[in-house]
């Protein structure tokens, strides 16, 4: 970056000062915007992390509605994230909602599929013992399914979650004011690409921050499974 702004126009590639200098500007001024990204990512990825476990559950469980379920969740995952941004603002009028559901009809199939393929990973024989045991449908639940499938919400979080920013800031670019996405399109419309090269640097540092929140939330919920090591 330093060399390759040494032979071009600032608003091309600036230095590593400038891109500097504008996160400084941007950590003192525009810090709001940064927690409201943050909330609207938090809720819509819980709000997709509870429902996609009601779909899945529901495919796994209920073979009648698995072939329709399944087909919908499917159809979902073929449609361009830009479709889903066009039809919630035709749809919706408050910003909030709109940016909500776009998140959450596409970050949803991703659960849904992974906890219904968790739930077919499950061993006939663990299936068969406690089955055994004459339980109800909640004991089931409580002491086979849900504990089989919370690693597969954590894998899923940890894969969606830098997804699920990309996707915020761009639906914040189309249908909000506030947010990164926003921020990011007003500094690309007044030409200060080192706004968006530090905008993108703290976009990259809150990814990691939050695999590394989740993996340590992972960690302690998950602490009753033994650590395996293949060599």
């Not at 003192?28 to 779909?55: N, Q, Y």
């Not at 109800?136 to 979080?157: A, E, G």
């Not at 996707?167 to 249908?175: D, T």
């Not at 968006?196 to 640097?201: E, L, Q």
């Amino acid at each position: 970056m330093e060399v390759l702004s040494r032979f071009v126009p600032d608003y091309v590639m600036p230095s590593p000062g400038t891109v500097l200098k504008a996160a400084r500007e941007i950590f003192f001024s525009d810090t709001s915007h940064v927690f409201i990204t943050l909330a609207r990512l938090t809720a819509a990825v819980a709000a997709s992390m509870l429902l996609g476990l009601m779909l899945g559950l529901v495919m796994g469980m209920k073979p009648k509605l698995r072939p329709y379920l399944r087909s919908l969740v499917v159809i979902d995952t073929g449609i361009p994230a830009l479709s889903w941004m066009l039809i919630a603002v035709f749809w919706f009028r408050d910003p909030e909602v709109r940016i909500f559901f776009i998140l959450c009809v596409i970050i949803i199939p991703f659960y849904a599929l992974n906890i219904y393929d968790g739930i077919r990973a499950l061993p006939k024989e663990l299936i068969d013992m406690i089955e055994s045991f004459r339980p109800s449908r909640w004991h089931v639940m409580r002491y086979l399914i849900i504990p089989h499938i919370v690693p597969y919400v954590f894998l899923t979080t940890k894969s969606v979650i830098g997804y699920a920013i990309r996707m915020v800031v761009f639906a914040e670019l189309v249908a909000s004011a506030a947010g990164i996405g926003s921020r990011m399109n007003l500094a690309q419309s007044t030409f200060r690409i080192d706004q968006v090269f530090a905008w993108t640097f703290f976009l990259v540092a809150l990814n990691i921050v939050l695999q590394v929140a989740i993996s340590a939330i992972e960690k302690v919920a998950l602490k009753w499974r033994p650590e395996v090591s293949v060599r």
